[in-house]
């Protein structure tokens, strides 16, 4: 299992009513292949998954299981869930659909209070869906549970035996390379930090999953080229528009504003749900000049 590659966490499309609209990710799907992306991990962070529920993720499993194989995209499923046994469910839904992985954040709310009890989570997540490789996805800024990854890469392996590495959302670079050693060519460690991706691939970083690669792909196509090639000139000033595309798009709420870009895109995500905001139109309307003003529109995914 490798993701040497970008992988685009995918929006969670809602109604202007906040309602699901499953009906949407084929357009979603079309619209990410024709930009080059071939993976896609869907209802994680990006895709507000705690706050979409069990019935409605495993809708737009069905959705993307039907969308991903008309568009040749390759899915991985987030299935993390404060509630272990929903986890189960969604698990074992991904695998008979034939999703690519699987993947699992921690409880936030009653916390692992160890390593081993993190294990054993992610353990009884990934029994429900033998068959199918599993992530551990670390992003502590969001669940507040900062383990040493190194150690889960040593211990989980005799509890987990589907495991395929970990989807590394943590900006802690010594952690990351400590993982990276003991990793080698068993586990797969894509990077999880857009803003951070040349820090990331200079640590040793070979892919990436992240929510800008759905509005900006080639942006970072052409940083891991430049990377690649020797240019770090230039790859350390295609990081810093990026950085600043995302600051732009954070002034007023990353999620709800980064999908009011993909609908301007013509692919209608909807707006964010609470306890997250959405961007006015005057705010929108800052934003693209904004983005104008950074080259946006020589990096931008093509419309639909």
Same mark, same amino acid.
């Given at each position: ?11 969670? $499309? ?12 084929? =357009? ?9 992306? @071939?993976?896609?991990?869907? =209802? ?12 409605? @993720? ?5 959705? *993307? ?45 009653? @916390? ?30 969001? /669940? ?12 989980? $392996? ?10 590394? =959302? ?20 894509? *990077?999880?930090?857009?803003? #951070? ?19 900006? $792909? ?43 870009? #993909? ?16 961007? /006015? ?17 020589? *990096?931008?995914? @093509?419309?639909?």
């Amino acid at each position: 299992m490798q993701l040497h590659e970008l992988v685009a966490a995918a929006h969670s $499309p809602f109604h202007a009513d906040g309602s699901l609209a499953p009906e949407i990710v084929a =357009t979603q799907a079309f619209f990410l292949a024709s930009n080059g992306i @071939k993976t896609v991990f869907i =209802t994680g962070s990006t895709g507000e998954s705690h706050s979409v529920t069990c019935a409605e @993720k495993l809708d737009l499993y069905h959705a *993307w299981s039907t969308a991903g194989q008309a568009n040749g995209l390759a899915v991985i499923a987030h299935v993390g869930s404060n509630c272990i046994e929903e986890s189960k469910i969604l698990a074992r839904r991904a695998g008979e659909l034939g999703f690519r992985a699987i993947s699992a954040l921690a409880p936030s709310y009653f @916390k692992p209070d160890g390593l081993s009890a993190l294990i054993e989570c992610c353990a009884s997540i990934a029994a429900a869906a033998p068959q199918t490789p599993f992530y551990y996805y670390d992003i502590p800024m969001l /669940t507040g549970v900062t383990l040493p990854m190194e150690q889960f890469l040593t211990d989980a $392996p005799a509890r987990i035996p589907t495991l395929a590495g970990i989807k590394f =959302t943590n900006p802690n670079l010594v952690s990351y390379r400590r993982c990276l050693d003991i990793a080698g060519e068993r586990f797969d460690l894509p *990077w999880g930090v857009d803003e #951070m991706l040349l820090t990331g691939l200079a640590s040793g970083a070979r892919g990436g999953v992240g929510s800008t690669y759905n509005w900006a $792909p080639k942006l970072y196509y052409d940083l891991i080229a430049a990377f690649t090639r020797g240019d770090f000139a230039e790859a350390r000033r295609l990081q810093s528009v990026s950085i600043a595309m995302i600051d732009a798009i954070a002034a007023s709420g990353f999620i709800g504003t980064a999908k009011a870009l #993909m609908s301007h895109l013509g692919v209608a995500v909807g707006p964010a749900r609470l306890p997250l905001g959405n961007p /006015t139109p005057a705010q929108l309307d800052a934003l693209l000049v904004r983005l104008h003003e950074l080259g946006f529109e020589q *990096w931008a995914a @093509k419309r639909v």
